[in-house]
T-cell receptor, first 114, second 114 residues
Framework: KAGVTQTPRYLIKTRGQQVTLSCSPISGHRSVSWYQQTPGQGLQFLFEYFSETQRNKGNFPGRFSGRQFSNSRSEMNVSTLELGDSALYLC?????????????FGPGTRLLVL | GDSVTQMEGPVTLSEEAFLTINCTYTATGYPSLFWYVQYPGEGLQLLLKATKADDKGSNKGFEATYRKETTSFHLEKGSVQVSDSAVYFCALSHPQGGSEKLVFGKGTKLTVNP
């Protein structure tokens, strides 16, 4: 079974631009979560989607948004990019999104904002 | 809110040495506890997990026991290998609220020398 895939793997943008990242979960998984990883703040939860509904959201500004499609694929969007948005963005999927489940992570999208 | 504290790294060991990485948590109720590992340039992989008090998670020679009385989930391995060099993250998810959101510690970088 294929793992979680994220595209693109690397991205360079300039301040003020917007970016869209994509995540394809493992087949049969209906829950997708997004995390931001930076050297300073570590791994921080962005949002979680289950069956096209946002179920939880982390403490990030409104410039960060996401959505999930009927095939469980998910996208996250960051508008008006800032230098501090440079990070590794990780997507994780699970079958039903319960707290006891294992979440399977993709390789991440590394975003550099210049 | 929920939080995870793990020992700061980096940790440098010789091959076949004993490994302990301390992890304590703050959370109400009975969270599920996880250890994830991140190899250079990759996403996170689940190493082991425990979903209730006194459970022991184990995988690839690594072990951790869910201790409710000390709110701890320390990672141990009896004999490390060079291939264990990676960053290790302790994490929890809370069953309340119907969310799988993971709260991570800062990570501990392990380097094993031959």
């Amino acid at each position: 079974k294929a793992g979680v895939t994220q595209t693109p793997r690397y991205l360079i943008k300039t301040r003020g631009q917007q970016v869209t990242l994509s995540c394809s979960p493992i087949s049969g998984h209906r829950s997708v979560s997004w995390y931001q990883q930076t050297p300073g703040q570590g791994l921080q939860f962005l949002f979680e989607y289950f069956s096209e509904t946002q179920r939880n959201k982390g403490n990030f500004p409104g410039r960060f948004s996401g959505r999930q499609f009927s095939n469980s694929r998910s996208e996250m969007n960051v508008s008006t990019l800032e230098l501090g948005d440079s990070a590794l963005y990780l997507c994780a999927s699970s079958v039903a999104g319960t707290a006891q489940e294992t979440q399977y992570f993709g390789p991440g999208t590394r975003l550099l904002v210049l | 809110g929920d939080s995870v504290t793990q020992m700061e790294g980096p940790v440098t060991l010789s091959e076949e040495a004993f490994l302990t990485i301390n992890c304590t948590y703050t959370a109400t109720g009975y969270p599920s506890l996880f250890w994830y590992v991140q190899y250079p340039g990759e996403g996170l992989q689940l190493l082991l997990k425990a979903t209730k008090a006194d459970d022991k998670g184990s995988n690839k020679g690594f072990e951790a026991t869910y201790r409710k009385e000390t709110t701890s989930f320390h990672l141990e391995k009896g004999s490390v290998q060079v291939s264990d060099s990676a960053v290790y993250f302790c994490a929890l998810s809370h069953p309340q609220g119907g969310s799988e959101k993971l709260v991570f510690g800062k990570g501990t970088k392990l380097t094993v020398n031959p």
